[in-house]
Structure formats: C-alpha cells, structure tokens
C-alpha cells in the first residue's frame, strides 16, 4: 500500500535494471547521467518501513517478489542522506527483506546507477539549486544559516541527521586545558587539501569574552590554500563523502579564565 505503479510494456536484458522515481524530472535533473527513468510512481513509502509486492497483471493474482524493508536499519539512510542500498541485485528473493542483504550508498544524496548528484559548486547557484533565494532565510529552521549549511556541505531543506544542529562545530576541553573546535567539511577535490567548497573562505577564531574587538583569528583555509597557520590543527580522513577538522587553541592558556570561546566563521564572495 505504500507505492504504486504500473509497469507498461517493457523489455530488460539480464542484468540491466529500471528507475521509479516520485518525480522523474526532478530525479533526471539532479543525475543527468540517468538514462533508465521509466516513470513516476503514485503516493510514498512509510518513514518506518513498507512491504513492497511486484504483482503480475490480471487475470492473475500473485507476487512474483514481496519484500520488506526497515528504515531504522541503517541510521545514515534514514534522513542522513544515503540511499538504502540492495547488496546483491541476484540474490534470492527470499533474503531481500533482511537486513543483511542492504547497505548505505556510497555518496550522500544516494547514487542510483552509481552516479552522484550534481550539486552546484558555487553558492549563488547553490542557492537556485535549493530554492533559497537569496540566501537570507533559514528555511528548514534548525538554526544554521544557508551559507554556513552550504559550507559544511549540508542539505537547506532538512534539519535532522547530518543535516541538523548535530553536525555543526562543537568546542571541547582537551586533557591540557585547552579548548578546541571540531567540524566536518565536504570532500572535493577541486579544493586544496581535496576538501572544503569552493568559494568560501573558513576561519576559526577565539576570544575571551565575546566582543567584536577581541575575536582573535586561530588559522584560515580558502580554497587555494590549506589551513594557515597549520599549528594546532589536525584534518582526518576523508570518511563518506566529509574530512574531519579539529583545531586547537594552542596559543591561549589553560582554561584559568572565567570564559574562552571559539567559533568557526564563513564567508564567501
């Protein structure tokens, strides 16, 4: 009860596969490289899972494969941005309802046919790509300004998962004393140090009280250039689609002050 639609007729060679889509333009659009689209299908899968049937036409009345799916089996595909993946398109049909038999996709934004989805590279663009506007309106209302989701890489029309205010930057005391700032940024590898968007322009900064004279600049990424000063900061490895970045504040003190605060700051042109 959760889809439907009806196949017209159509031939598949062996190992070639079809597209359903809730809006097929929307779809092609995003992943021009599809070629396999066949149609829209009517109403929506349940957030929590459904059992899919392919029925033959009538006269007759029996599944040719029933499965069900779960959307909690695997977080990252349930409003995180991957698509829930079949493992093994061949196996038996019998195994298609466990969860053993799925997997996240390999890019966020999910990858039918392997293909990634053509977000733009540019934040004005960007913009037009979400229906921003202008950019001034945090339209998903989690908090976090469009430029800085668009400098993190995130999605502006959802605010759950890795979408939401659990991914933004978040500062923590290390054994030292000293405070550090840790984000993810997106992989790409236009930029220099093959992560971060480009355009924009990343800074962490420090201050002690918060007022806008006493904000001190930490180290500073571009696109064309990797993280400057590079002391204190420690970039991972690139982990599904996002590189993660700590920066310490290794030139303040020990946390003896009543307060130290850090933050990251974005622009772009």
Request: proline share 7%; aromatic share 10%; net charge negative.
């Amino acid at each position: 009860a959760g889809i439907a639609f009806t196949f017209p007729g159509y031939s598949l060679g062996a190992g070639q596969n079809i597209i359903l889509a809730a809006n097929a333009a929307s779809l092609q659009a995003r992943y021009p490289g599809l070629t396999n689209v066949l149609g829209n299908y009517t109403k929506k899968l349940s957030n929590s899972g459904d059992t899919i049937a392919f029925q033959l036409a009538p006269p007759f009345d029996a599944n040719i494969l029933c499965f069900h799916y779960d959307n909690g089996w695997i977080p990252s595909t349930n409003g995180g941005g991957k698509s829930l993946e079949i493992i093994n398109p061949g196996s038996g049909v019998l195994t298609w309802g466990d969860k053993d038999s799925w997997q996240a996709s390999a890019n966020t934004g999910g990858s039918p046919d392997g293909l990634t989805a053509l977000v733009p590279n540019t934040y004005s663009a960007w913009l037009a790509f979400y229906a921003q506007g202008t950019g001034a309106t945090d339209t998903d209302f989690d908090g976090i300004s469009p430029l800085m989701e668009y400098a993190l890489g995130k999605d502006p029309g959802k605010n759950g998962g890795v979408n939401g205010q659990s991914e933004i930057p978040i500062a923590a005391t290390e054994p030292s004393g000293k405070l550090h700032a840790g984000f993810y940024l997106p992989v790409n590898a236009s930029s220099t140090g093959g992560y971060g968007m480009p355009g924009v322009t990343y800074k962490v900064v420090a201050s002690n009280d918060m007022t806008a004279s006493n904000w001190v600049t930490l180290t500073t990424k571009t696109a064309t250039t990797d993280w400057t000063p590079a002391l204190g900061v420690q970039v991972g490895a690139p982990l599904n689609g996002y590189v993660q970045v700590i920066v310490t504040d290794v030139n303040g003190q020990p946390l003896t002050q009543p307060h130290r605060f850090m933050r990251l700051v974005v622009t772009t042109p």
